[in-house]
């Protein structure tokens, strides 16, 4: 006897509803990047700010007042971060076209140098030589000019509207931080279900706070390093460099390669295509390493050890989804998950997953 045919497709219904599910919340996070991406940034950076806030209550101050304080620390700090970097990073962008075209001589060598072309020879006789065709990739630069400076002055416009909302909004969220956990607790009426909430937003904000605290004076050590090592071989505007390295080493693993390829470029362009072209990336290679396999693992210890597995794939989804501000945050929301499947009996074999060996 055939069963019926929705007692065939019932089992596989459940599972239908939730990769549709799945789906749609992924181009909801794509195409909704304008809003939820300052939301998510001023949530995690609440997370890391809140402590400093409660301490300057605790001293007498108004979370208001104390909010306002502590995010005024945190853009001087910026301020002064770009102070350091722009004049290097305009004297590199004014000499962008002309490193551009040293690059693009250095392939043609490189090109040249690996496979070798013999020109055939002139002919005596015959129909008159034909003119030499003018570089398609310097056309296509000077075409496209006008729309890289048009596509900037956009992007900016874009950064500036999205920071100064993200900052607002932080602003509130610490202001009124005490409030909202007490307006959450007593929205819960089940005393168990209230305590694992209330507990897992404070590991939530505890893992995050000092894997960003802790990554921070790491970065910045690394940074310094690196940019006295690039000082010591040569290298121009190691501020500049060292700075970047600080800020693209918050980038688990896509970070350091995008800096060691920035270095090759700039060691290509200072000291041309032969060895010494190598120098910069393999003394960044040299001090990440160090950072990466002894000092790191020593200081962030094992409650803020993750699986490297999932955190390349957390990088590429949020990165994928929001860029680069996406990998930036992509490791603190991978601990806010994991915070969140320890504490429920059905997400606790994720959690496991999540923490690795």
Known sequence: MIPPRSSIFHPALPWLGRGLLFIA?????EHARPLLLPVTIAIVFTFVLSAPVRMLQRMGIHEYLGSAIVIGAVLALVVLIFAL????????????????????????????????YAAPAPLTRGPAPVPPTPDPLNERLAIEGWTFTRLAIGGTLSFAVSASATVI???????TERWLVERTAAAIH???????????????????????STMSLVNVALGIATGLALWAIGLPNPVLWGTTTAVLAFIPYLGPLLIAVLLLLAGSVTFGTGV????????????????????????MGRRLRLSPV??????????????????FIAVPLLLALRAVCKRSRRLRLVCVYLEGK
């Open 190 to 212: 089940e005393p168990r279900t209230r305590a694992l909430v209330l507990a897992g937003m404070r590991q939530a904000e505890r893992d995050i706070g000092r894997f960003i």
């Open 85 to 116: 970097i722009a004049a290097p990073a305009a004297a590199w962008w004014s000499r962008a076209p002309l490193i551009v075209h040293e690059l693009v001589e250095a392939v043609q060598g490189w090109r040249d140098a690996l496979f070798p």
């Open 276 to 299: 010494a072209m190598l120098g910069p990336p393999a003394v960044f290679l040299l001090l990440h390493g160090l950072e990466a396999n002894f000092i790191s693992p020593m200081i």
């Open 25 to 29: 919340v992924v181009l909801l996070l």
């Open 310 to 327: 999932f955190v390349f794939l957390s990088v590429m989804a949020w990165g994928w989804l929001w860029g680069v501000a996406g990998a």
């Open 169 to 175: 909004l932080l602003y509130f969220l610490l202001a």
